[in-house]
């Protein structure tokens, strides 16, 4: 099954991605800018060489979340993802899809040096909170050790 249009349409409207790894058993996290990788069911973000989240390697678990709030603070939608990292520059399959996803949608992001990643994301909690009626939706990607 697909994921939910729901869910494709969030992430869609949306920019800014907290991202969360362990590295040398530290939890880090960052924001990103990010844009929907067509049809992959993933997510690209820029880094630039300087940043210690541009040393993560392929494979890389990850999870996240990307949140809106209303300006009252009680209708509020959000997603909490987990996945896998790649390096696009090292996957040939998504190369293209995932660098002309980020450049149409960050056309600046061409002349500002980094290196672009992506997420391939294997589950998808979803959470509308409108009027107190909170709306749940749930994924998660079929196919095991996409990215390895």
Partial sequence: MGMQ????DFLCE???????????????CFNCLYAVIPKMDGIVFKSSKSSLHSRMHSGTPVAGTIYQASKSGYDNTGIQLSGKLAIVGEMPDIYEAAEKAYYRRFPIALAIPGKLFSIMLS???YTQT???IRHKLEWERLELDVVR
């Fill in 5 to 8: 249009r729901e869910i494709r």
């Fill in 130 to 132: 409108s009027n107190g």
């Fill in 14 to 28: 949306r920019k800014v991605a907290t991202i969360c790894y362990v590295k040398d058993g530290l939890p880090y």
């Fill in 123 to 125: 589950t998808i909690k």
